[in-house]
């Protein structure tokens, strides 16, 4: 058994995952967050606290902490006596965080791939870039890593990983669906960090192709779908973390992954990456001060976590899975709706925020408990994906399966 936690990370998905650890402190023990500012993580143990959130007695505190600071974060780490620690800082001190834990042989849990800041858009491979590189220091320490464990990357691997068990006799193709239907309010917004979110869209798109990698560039491929409960919408095909993971570590020669935009949204980013405004580079301004282009842009935006108290409608993301069944051709959705006023009404975030936090803490109960306590480094496919989202049925993802045999939730 593992205990105490240690979040890295200020913003909404920190919050969901304190009030989830909150929630399930009965296992998880006590509970710790950091960041670099620690007003942040102050604001978010009251909220813990106003709301209730903390299942029986127990210690959550806050601590102001550069994560790229090794020895700093190792020190956090034997100081809270922290056994589990969980990710959800910026993706630029991921090998930072992952480096501290084994030293001190803490488990490691993140929701997306490690980014270097001078680079956007790396080619593949992405996680063997930078994360297994580490596969087999991590083995040898029996240290636990469990790799990109949000909602995408994370709950749409297990999705994978439970059709691909269970339903299909061989799969052809995953196409991974994530859609937000839902409004801010606002005239212009990301839904997670700005610079993060730029990143991911300003380079070239890679799918996984007939077992190969092929480049497009952003909104250039669409597909339409009739989505449960958000109805009919379109999105773009995008790159994105899990989908080196999926067609490595489960052989599946197509693997593709789909982010909806409306039209505001893909105009607004057109003016600015013309205007070079996305440009993680430096440039002098007429006065001699040296900007980075993209920060000056994530500097005005409204901050993701502001958004939550007036955000309404939902989300739909699943993977729609192709293959054989006894001979025959099977297609599968297996998806979550989430409903953005639900997630600020129970821990004050909004959707977005929400879908991602969740599935972190059911990951840290299950490496508390040995389910999912790996002594190695694993991406979520690699894992038993029904533990995770039976837990998670419980913990305000509940997932649903649509076939040929009609719409229904999930059980074990």
């Known amino acids: ?63 102001a902490l550069d994560a790229l600071d090794v020895p700093a974060t190792v ?28 030293e001190t042989g803490a488990a490691y849990l993140d929701t997306a791939i490690h980014e270097d800041p001078a680079k956007i858009c790396e080619t593949p491979p992405w996680y063997a870039n930078y ?3 580490r596969r087999d220091a991590c083995k040898e320490k029996g240290i636990t890593a469990i790799l990109g464990v949000g909602f995408d990357p994370g709950v749409v691997n297990a999705y994978a990983a439970l059709a691909y068990n269970d339903y299909f006799d061989s799969v052809s193709d995953i196409d991974i669906i994530d859609i937000n239907a839902g409004s801010h309010g606002k005239y212009f917004a990301t839904n997670f960090d700005p610079e993060i979110n730029f990143r991911e869209f300003t380079g ?34 995008t790159g994105h973390d899990e989908v080196h993971s999926i067609s490595q570590n489960l052989n599946v020669p197509n693997v593709r992954f789909w ?9 607004v980013f057109t003016v600015l990456k013309n205007l070079g405004l996305l440009s993680e580079q430096p440039v002098k301004t007429a006065e001699g001060l040296e900007v980075v282009p993209l920060k000056v842009v994530k500097a005005v935006l409204p901050d993701p976590s502001s958004l939550a108290p007036d955000y309404t409608g939902k989300t739909c993301i699943g993977d729609v899975v192709k293959g ?18 639900d997630a600020f009404n129970e821990v004050g975030s909004q959707g977005i925020s929400y879908t991602a936090g969740v599935p972190p803490v059911a990951a840290a109960i299950l490496v508390a408990n040995g389910t999912w306590d790996a002594k190695e480094m694993r991406n979520v496919e690699q894992l038993d ?16 399966i649509k076939d040929e045999n009609g719409d229904r939730p999930f059980t074990l």
């Open 1 to 63: 058994m593992k205990k105490n936690v240690l979040i890295i990370g200020g913003g909404g998905v920190a919050r969901v995952v304190a009030h989830k650890c909150a929630q399930h402190n009965d296992t998880l023990g006590n509970i710790a967050i950091a960041s670099r500012s620690v007003t942040k993580c102050d604001d978010i143990v009251s909220s813990v606290l106003d709301k209730g959130s903390m299942k029986v007695e127990g210690r959550i505190q806050a601590f």
């Open 324 to 341: 054989i069944k006894d001979g025959k051709e099977k297609e599968v959705f297996i998806y979550n709706v989430a409903d953005h006023k």
């Open 75 to 102: 020190k956090l780490i034997q100081d809270t006596e922290s056994q589990i620690v969980i990710n959800v800082g910026s993706a630029f001190i991921n090998m930072s965080v992952l480096e501290a834990c084994m």
């Open 204 to 237: 070239r798109v890679y799918s996984w192709q007939d077992s190969a990698w092929q480049e497009n560039k952003m909104f250039e491929v669409s597909r339409t779908d009739d989505l449960p409960v958000v109805g009919k919408q379109t999105a773009y095909m």
């Open 131 to 133: 994360e297994w590189k």
């Open 385 to 400: 994906p029904k533990p995770f989202l039976g837990l998670l049925n419980d913990m305000g993802l509940p997932t649903r």
């Open 259 to 267: 982010m909806g935009f409306g039209e505001h949204y893909i105009n």
